[in-house]
């Protein structure tokens, strides 16, 4: 199963303010994630983000939305399911039949990922803003990921997308 990050960053290495605010991201960035959704049919996203986007970004229409959560919840639309573990949100993408899943928010998800060793590409969105503080981008990571280049874009408002390959 390919396992591809899609997250907006700023400058300083953040996903999110300390609340989980993400209003700072750039609209233009809206359409690529959603094609990437559209192109793997699965998004997997953090319980929190999901929550706080609910109605706005998420449930990603069209698509499965895997929501990732060690918390009991349930939620009413059809095209959401609920997974407890990394492993157990692919499982469940895989019993569908996808051979692809987007991951998005947070910083914790996307840590947990990289430590289980289930990430092999990203698409990073640097935003040309500093926030201080907030949520990390691999939160809660513990080893040592090279990643390599493979593109880079200027999509506009200073908003470069880099896409790596993790090795």
Avoid at 10 to 31: L, Y
Avoid at 113 to 140: C, M, Q, R, W, Y
């Amino acid at each position: 199963m390919k396992v591809i990050l899609d997250m907006a960053v700023s400058s300083d290495g953040f996903v999110a303010k300390v609340d989980g605010d993400s209003n700072w991201v750039s609209p233009i960035t809206e359409k690529s994630f959603v094609q990437r959704c559209k192109d793997a049919g699965c998004v997997i996203v953090g319980r929190k983000t999901f929550d706080q986007y609910r109605g706005e970004i998420y449930p990603v229409k069209g698509v499965i939305n895997i929501v990732l959560t060690s918390k009991p919840v349930s939620y009413d639309e059809a095209n959401v399911l609920i997974a407890h573990t990394p492993k157990g949100a692919l499982a469940i993408a895989n019993g569908k039949g996808f051979k692809s899943v987007l991951l998005a928010g947070g910083g914790l998800v996307s840590g947990s990922f990289v430590n289980g060793g289930l990430l092999n590409e990203a698409f990073l969105t640097f935003h040309p803003l500093i926030l201080g503080d907030g949520i990390k981008l691999f939160s809660g990571c513990k080893k040592v990921v090279n990643m390599k280049l493979l593109s880079s874009e200027v999509i506009g408002d200073g908003v470069v997308q880099n896409h790596y390959k993790i090795n």
